[in-house]
Nanobody
Framework: QVRLVESGGGLVQPGGSLRLSCAAS????????MGWYRQAPGKQRELVAT???????VYADSVTGRFTISRDNAKTTLYLQMDSLKAEDTAVYYC?????????WGPGTQVTVSS
């Protein structure tokens, strides 16, 4: 059974940092596509950062230079390092992993950037 669980969200001041983790079970990490999405209140879910099938990271323009996606295949864990956070980064963050043609999602973790 595939399961994704995000952690690391919380309240942070503008300019601060957070590191999100997504622990996966029931999946083997290799070159499968995986990434982070977010959804702010009243908005559609949007891509934040992703590894396409392979190891090349792709970032949304709004987070380029501030966020870094990484993965630990041995631990089947996906990470998102978020620096220089802004109020507009406030959202629920979801991890996504593709496995045997199916896209799996975690339940999400709230990130709030506010002073």
């Amino acid at each position: 059974q595939v399961r994704l669980v995000e952690s690391g969200g919380g309240l942070v001041q503008p300019g601060g940092s957070l590191r999100l983790s997504c622990a996966a079970s029931g999946i083997i990490f290799n070159t499968n596509a995986m990434g982070w999405y977010r959804q702010a209140p009243g908005k559609q879910r949007e891509l934040v950062a992703t590894f396409t099938k392979g190891s090349t990271p792709v970032y949304a323009d709004s987070v380029t230079g501030r966020f870094t996606i990484s993965r630990d295949n041995a631990k089947t864990t996906l990470y998102l390092q978020m620096d220089s956070l802004k109020a507009e980064d406030t959202a629920v963050y979801y991890c996504q992993v593709d496995w045997w043609g199916t896209r799996y999602w975690g339940p999400g973790t709230q990130v709030t950037v506010s002073s």
